[in-house]
């Protein structure tokens, strides 16, 4: 599958001075670094007209554009990889992904990903930016998730997702007793020290919100029904730490297990036990990208989870029980 792609983008002031392949990687995000720099040597991405090298460095209002042929990409290869798929059509897939799964292939995941197994379940979704994917989960998140199969639809998809007309609720279970549910406005970006973290950023963070409300609030842990406005990586692990009351399960944002006085043996051995942020993407709202119809998919709460909160219960019976609904 081909596709012809005209992309058009202006230098800001924080890029100047940067490499042409930096620049673009950060202005053409959805393309692969490989790729941009292929384009550069071909001179299908031109700075102000004109043909540059990877390493020329660029000015703040430099025009970058892009015309190129998009074709199959060979960096990732399809595998046969089971897929749980909730909705299919020519234009877009919709699956729950397991927790455990990889999205994209990356150092140390270069195959068994999302991304093998979609381009095994549909090959041509290889000419696509990300390989279709416009939205990812943690590696350890389940849920629900949307992959564009064309272009048009890839471009839709990024340009609702921009707009923030998606809609995306998460069911999460948080250490500590909540007093009620609320909003979080903070910017999340990269952590200054660690940079396999994220952190909440008064300074150089991009926009985040999440909007949070109780369902089930146990004596010592809260579950939440999470919808996003914006989605930065680590997003509701990050805010809901911030606010302290981080995932059960989460070693990166919320240390060691924390074992409530007097806990049973069986919670001690479900909270220590549990080896992922407790963290499921339930449902997804869209509109769709050649009808234009309003689509709402959902995925149940997955078995772990489920077990985890019943044990919850069981231990400490929740004084408050609303429906996710």
């Known amino acids: 599958m081909e596709e012809q792609i005209e992309l ?58 892009v015309a190129a042929t998009l074709e199959a990409s060979t960096e990732w290869q399809g595998e046969d990889i089971a897929l749980d798929i909730v909705y299919e059509d020519e234009s877009i897939i919709v699956l729950n992904k397991p927790a455990g799964l990889v999205v994209h292939p990356a150092a140390g995941h270069a195959q068994g990903t999302l991304v093998n197994a979609l381009l095994g379940h549909c090959p041509g979704m290889a000419a696509l930016p990300r390989g279709g ?46 007093t009620g549910g609320g909003k979080i406005d903070e910017p999340i970006g990269r952590h200054p020290r660690q940079r396999k973290k994220m952190a909440v950023l008064a300074v150089g963070g991009k926009p985040a919100i999440t909007h949070y409300r109780i369902f089930r609030r146990y004596g010592h842990h809260t579950a939440v029904a999470v919808q996003l406005e914006t989605g930065r990586t680590h997003q509701i692990r990050v805010h809901m730490a911030h606010r302290h009351f ?10 060691r297990p924390r074992i409530p006085a007097g806990a049973s043996q069986e919670l001690i051995d479900a909270l220590r036990g549990f080896s992922r942020q407790a963290l499921h993407a339930r449902a997804l709202g ?11 998919f959902e995925c149940p709460i997955p078995a772990d989870i489920e077990t985890l909160m019943a044990i919850l219960a069981s231990e400490d019976p929740p004084d408050r029980d609303d429906t996710l609904y």
Not at 20 to 29: E, I, K, M, P, T
């Open 133 to 178: 994917i416009v939205h990812r989960l943690d590696k350890e998140t389940s849920g629900i998730m949307v992959a564009a199969k064309t272009l048009p639809a890839h471009h839709d998809l990024v340009a609702q997702l921009q707009e923030r007309t998606v809609k995306r609720e998460y069911v999460a279970v948080c250490v500590g007793a909540m």
């Open 246 to 255: 981080p995932l059960v399960g989460d070693p990166v944002y919320g240390g």
């Open 8 to 65: 058009q983008a202006v230098v800001p002031d924080e890029l100047a001075g940067e490499r042409l392949d930096q620049a673009a990687a950060s202005l053409f995000g959805d393309y692969s670094r490989s790729r941009l720099q292929s384009w550069i040597k071909s001179g299908s991405l031109t700075v102000n007209g004109a043909k540059q090298r990877p390493r020329d460095k660029v000015d703040e209002g430099d025009v970058l554009a």
């Open 286 to 296: 869209l509109i769709h990208p050649e009808s234009g119809e309003p689509m709402q």
